[in-house]
């Protein structure tokens, strides 16, 4: 089952993950366990030390730590959260490229981006729908959406020359904002508010079980995920590939890279209010394009100076396609009185 995400401040944080009850990290105060009753001997794997500033997105431990799987595996769970504080919470998912090479010292495999499957999309209903992030708030909370980002990868990869089994990879960050992508490609973007029960959502349904990681068949769900009801190479989308909720402002659904990561100034430029019980969602929904299509293997004679950076790359690699989306939503958050 999914760690739940609640804002509630009596609760652990919702980046956290599930707590070992064999090796507990609060205790029935709610007050942090010392390392030293947690782990006499120190903290395993030359994990860092202490109390996260903010909540960080980490996924249950997937087994393969070495001893076995314990609580040293996570990080700590973070501060609590108290009234007025702006959170960030952002997507996370698979990376096939830190397999076996982990990317940090929990032997973690995730990175912020989910990946794009390189099939290209046939028709509209077939898109790629990401859930980025998903948050809830119960009855006694409010939140205020104070600002949003986002981030797309496109890349190309081959096998490589030495060994057919490894794959190389290039790929950039899209910088430019109103660059449409592809032109049998693009990416849209939406950020809801969802005010049905949860005891009254449908039961997930999916055409494969399991599903493989990085997917889920609950689009009701919270954790980040690309929603199917089977996986690529036989792709079917949940909802023909739609977002769920009512759009947030005027938010709904927008097409442009309005806030990158990279720019603090309109990460937190809003000022939307929206009142518990009710889960926010940032969704991207990815229409992929098709690197095969007549006329990709052969770009135009042309000097590519004056040309934004993604024309640039996809002159030096005209097969490329889109590689990853991410996001995240920063929430200003508050507990309302009785």
Request: net charge positive.
């Amino acid at each position: 089952m999914s760690p739940s995400r609640s804002l509630d401040p009596k609760l652990r944080l919702a980046h956290s993950p599930p707590q070992d009850r064999s090796s507990p990290r609060l205790d029935a105060q709610g007050r942090l366990v010392p390392d030293r009753a947690r782990f006499p001997q120190g903290a395993p794997h030359g994990a860092p030390h202490g109390t996260p500033l903010s909540p960080i997105n980490r996924a249950p431990c997937q087994g393969n730590c070495p001893g076995g799987c314990r609580a040293g595996c996570q990080p700590r769970p973070g501060l609590r959260i108290e009234d007025g504080t702006v959170v960030e919470y952002s997507s996370y998912g698979p990376d096939p490229l830190l397999a076996g090479v982990f990317g940090d010292p929990w032997n973690g495999t995730n990175s912020s981006y989910l990946q794009v499957p390189s099939g290209s999309t046939a028709t509209a209903d077939t898109r790629y729908l990401y859930r980025l992030v998903s948050v809830r708030l119960n009855a006694r909370q409010e939140a205020f959406l104070v600002g949003y980002r986002q981030s797309i990868l496109i890349g190309y990869e081959q096998p490589r020359p030495s060994n057919a089994d490894e794959m190389s990879v290039v790929q950039i960050e899209q910088t430019t904002g109103f660059w449409r992508g592809f032109p049998d490609g693009n990416v849209s973007w939406s950020l809801t508010v969802d005010r049905s029960l949860v005891t009254s959502r449908p039961p997930a349904t999916a055409l494969v079980s399991p599903l493989p990681a990085g997917y889920s068949s609950d689009i009701y769900g919270l954790e980040p995920a690309l929603i199917a009801s089977a996986p690529y190479p036989g792709y079917v989308p949940l909802n023909r590939g739609l977002p769920i909720g009512s759009p947030i402002g005027s938010l709904g659904n927008f097409w442009e890279l309005r806030s990158p990561f990279n720019s603090q100034a309109t990460a937190v430029s809003l000022d939307y209010r929206i009142v518990g019980p009710a889960t926010i969602t940032f969704w991207a929904s990815v229409r992929q394009t098709n690197p095969a299509r007549p006329g990709r293997a052969a770009p135009p004679a042309v000097d590519g100076t004056f040309l934004p950076p993604e024309e640039q790359f996809l002159l030096a690699y005209p097969l490329a396609r889109y590689r990853g989306v991410a996001g995240s939503i920063l929430l200003r958050l508050r507990t309302l009185p009785c």
